[in-house]
């Protein structure tokens, strides 16, 4: 795994008329402050690649849908390159991903997934980082 990211499993607790999903509370894992939480839609088979926050930690949750996410660390305190996690109501969890460390994700729904992110502080665009998709070599399974 790569330094200091969390995968932290969440309850789902199944009530009559629908299910209710646990995303994150401010004892668990890998919370570090409230900022903002904002709901991002992913469509079938899209892919956004490569971001990286210089402060922000993220917290995603994907209530709807199956998302890939893959993640790539240069940092020098890490010796795990690359990290590749599958969210959906079948591995309901919660990826941490520290600062520093570049995300891209990929919507492998049959239809629209949805992701939730709770971050520890409210978005900033000066904090981000951006390469272009080709500038990691990570295969992503489509051509």
């Avoid at 660390?73 to 010796?79: F, I, K, L, W």
Wanted: charged share 25%; proline share 3%.
């Amino acid at each position: 795994m790569i330094k200091d990211v969390v995968i932290a499993k969440l309850d789902i607790i199944d009530t009559l008329g629908g299910s209710v999903m646990h995303a994150m509370k401010a004892s668990s894992a890998g919370y570090a402050g409230f900022g903002e939480a904002y709901f991002s839609q992913v469509d079938q088979g899209a892919i956004k690649a490569w971001k990286r926050h210089k402060k922000m930690t993220l917290n995603l949750v994907v209530p709807v849908g199956e998302i890939r996410f893959v993640l790539f660390d240069d940092r020098e305190v890490s010796n795990t390159q690359f990290q590749e996690v599958i969210i959906s109501k079948d591995n309901y969890c919660r990826l941490t991903v520290p600062p520093m460390v570049w995300m891209g994700f990929q919507g492998l729904s049959d239809s629209s997934a949805m992701l939730l992110n709770i971050a520890d502080i409210e978005h900033n665009p000066d904090e981000v980082d951006r390469k272009e998709m080709s500038e990691i070599n990570y295969n992503w399974g489509v051509s």
